[in-house]
């Protein structure tokens, strides 16, 4: 069974561009939550999309935004890029997002420069 | 609002030796409890979990005991090898707070032969 796919695995972009991430949840998985991690601030929890839903949002601004298709695979865009996104950008999916193993995938590492 | 407090890192010991990383939380709810690891290069795993008071999650020689009188989930590991070297994050997941779940700021570990 095939794990949670992301891509890219790598980005470096400058600021002011936009970027878009991908993520192929585990088969039968319908609840894909987004995570940022740096240094910094740890990781920290983006948004999470069920059934083509946004369930739950963090405390990121509007720059950051999601969704989610038909078949459970899942997006986020950054618009504006700062410098300050430089993480990486984890991606986990659940069959339904409640109280349950969350499996994750290997991230896309994003620069910005 | 929630919170989960680590001890900070490195953590170095010698094959062999016993591990402690200790975890405190604050949750508004009643939290389920989770240890996940993070090896070099990958995303996240789930290591083990406990939903309610006194459960005890166990998995590779790993344990924790949810303790509510102590708001606690200690990780412990009797004797460590060399490839348990990773970084280990504590998290709760609250249903008051949408089931996002809530990291603690990471744990390094380098175990030495």
């Known amino acids: 069974k095939a794990g949670v796919t992301q891509t890219p695995r790598y980005l470096i972009k400058t600021r002011g561009q936009q970027v878009t991430l991908s993520c192929s949840p585990i088969s039968g998985h319908r609840s894909v939550s987004w995570y940022q991690q740096t240094p910094g601030q740890g990781l920290q929890f983006l948004f999470e999309?069920?059934?083509?839903?946004?369930?739950n949002k963090g405390n990121f601004p509007g720059r950051f935004s999601g969704r989610q298709f038909s078949n459970s695979r899942s997006e986020m865009n950054v618009s504006t890029l700062e410098l300050g996104d430089s993480a990486l950008y984890l991606c986990?999916?659940?069959?339904?997002?409640?109280?349950?193993?969350?499996?994750f995938g290997s991230g896309t590492q994003l620069s910005v420069l | 609002g929630n919170s989960v407090t680590q001890m900070e890192g490195p953590v170095t010991l010698s094959e062999e030796a016993f591990l402690t990383i200790n975890c405190t939380y604050t949750?508004?709810?009643?939290?389920?409890l989770f240890w996940y690891v993070q090896y070099p290069g990958e995303g996240l795993q789930l290591l083990l979990k406990a939903t309610k008071a006194d459960d005890k999650g166990s998995n590779k020689g790993f344990e924790a005991t949810y303790r509510k009188e102590t708001t606690s989930f200690h990780l412990e590991k009797g004797s460590v090898q060399v490839s348990d070297s990773a970084v280990y994050f504590c998290a709760l997941s609250d249903q008051a707070a949408g089931n996002k779940l809530t990291f603690g700021g990471g744990t390094r570990v380098l175990v030495k032969p």
């Open positions: 986990a999916s659940s069959k339904t997002g409640l109280n349950e193993k969350l499996f």
């Open positions: 949750a508004t709810g009643y939290p389920s």
């Open positions: 999309y069920f059934s083509e839903t946004q369930r």
